[in-house]
């Protein structure tokens, strides 16, 4: 399993921006997904995560109602859809995944992506 997270970039607080995780080496279905962010110096947390079927979603108190995750299974890829942008939004943001078909979504991943930068201007 192999994870390319894309779609990082520069943008001012209160902006808009669509993250992508491309899932190789095998079909995506089966596989819980994820997003974490790692800011400057500090630790990767959870972001939001999407079981296997798309029906259940899970996101930090940090994020709800301003991020969307969702994921296209006949893509293979994963979004995050991240709206009114702040600067403590600011992070290097890694999609991770783990083959599982419960709910358990905000931890034990098995599989990460390398990451794509994210940074809020205020």
């Known amino acids: 399993v192999q994870l390319q997270a894309s779609g990082g970039g520069l943008v001012q607080a209160g902006d808009s921006l669509m993250l992508s995780c491309a899932f190789s080496?095998?079909?995506?279905?089966?596989?819980?997904m994820g997003w974490f962010r790692q800011a400057p110096g500090r630790e990767r947390l959870f972001v939001a995560a999407i079981n296997f079927s798309g029906a259940v979603t899970k996101y930090a108190d940090s994020v709800k109602g301003r991020f969307t995750i969702s994921r296209d299974n006949a893509k293979n890829i994963l979004y995050l859809r991240m709206n009114s942008l702040q600067p403590e939004d600011t992070a290097v943001y890694y999609c991770?995944?783990?083959?599982?078909?419960?709910?358990?979504?905000?931890?034990?991943?098995?599989?990460w992506g390398q990451g794509t930068l994210v940074t809020v201007s205020s």
């Open positions: 991770a995944a783990k083959y599982s078909l419960d709910n358990d979504l905000a931890s034990g991943y098995a599989y």
């Open positions: 080496g095998r079909s995506s279905s089966g596989y819980g």
